[in-house]
């Protein structure tokens, strides 16, 4: 009996050791979005430290984006016609470090058969979305196997002369197309191009699939990243426009400034986040 107690007591520590010691997503208020962050943020890295660094941020949710070092020992870059065998040992990793790689891109193949190797890959990483800039003439080959494969496909808006830099040209694309076709709104883009990025969220209400979410200084000092709540993105107004909609999409941290050494940055960015949040809710 004493031995029993001895073992209940055992196991009963370690339950609630491993309880506290879980990572907690930062994800405040009643956000209805998931919080990610994207790779390119740590681009001077291999895949396997970005997805360390996503954990030490706290975030478990991952962008992946093609031509990154695999790492970890493995040879080769993170692309769509990597091998099976690959694929596992990423997915495995991504497991061990309890963060989910939930999309892939900006990556626009120019051919069916690399579109249809894209897909392949995004259903065998288990990925939400494809983060493209789909040439006109795709969109209904897109659209197919969208439709086939069951997978998203957000329309990213890099500036002008990309097609999809306003986002009237990206809602007419989207109008006969499938509804697994949507938008990839990076705000920081229509802000240095001169737009309202609320006015551009509202205008693209319900298609809203992930926000490249960013604040930015001034286009006197370069228009570059700068921590949320300091530039000139209007963060609070952004959040509050996405939850007055209901998004239930991904909110994708992306803070290409300082990339060797930028955690500090996220962090105090995410502090912000919070902030807002909470006073959102």
């Not at 070092?69 to 692309?79: F, R």
């Not at 993105?233 to 209901?246: P, T, V």
Request: glycine share 8%; charged share 25%; with cysteine.
């Amino acid at each position: 009996m004493k031995k029993l107690s001895i073992l209940l007591l055992a196991i009963l520590f370690a339950v609630g050791y491993t309880a506290c010691n879980q990572p907690e997503q930062k994800k405040a208020g009643s956000a209805p979005w998931d919080l990610a962050v994207i790779a390119w943020s740590f681009r001077e890295f291999t895949f396997f430290e970005t997805v360390d660094k996503a954990k030490e941020a706290g975030i478990h949710f991952l962008g992946a984006f093609p031509g990154q070092p695999i790492g970890g020992g493995i040879e080769g870059k993170m692309e769509a016609g990597m091998s099976e065998e690959k694929r596992k040992l990423v997915l495995d990793y991504l497991a061990k470090q309890d963060v989910k790689l939930i999309d892939f891109g900006v990556y626009t193949p120019d051919s069916p058969e690399g579109w249809r190797e894209l897909f392949a890959f995004a259903k065998a990483m288990d990925l939400r979305n494809i983060v493209s800039e789909p040439h006109p003439d795709d969109l209904e080959l897109v659209s197919r196997l969208c439709e086939e494969y069951q997978i998203q496909v957000a329309i990213h808006n890099h500036p002008s002369p990309s097609h999809y830099a306003h986002p009237d040209t990206l809602l007419a694309a989207l109008e006969n197309s499938s509804k697994y076709i949507g938008a990839c709104a990076d705000v920081g883009h229509w802000t240095r191009s001169g737009m309202d990025p609320i006015e551009c969220l509202k205008k693209l209400e319900g298609r809203i699939f992930e926000v490249h979410f960013k604040d930015i200084t001034t286009p006197a000092t370069g228009g570059v990243d700068t921590i949320w709540g300091t530039g000139i993105c209007n963060i609070d107004g952004m959040l509050k426009e996405l939850h007055q909609q209901k998004f239930t999409g991904i909110l994708a941290v992306e803070y290409e400034t300082n990339p060797r050494n930028n955690l500090t940055e996220i962090g105090q960015s995410l502090g912000y986040y919070n902030q807002v949040m909470e006073k959102i809710k």
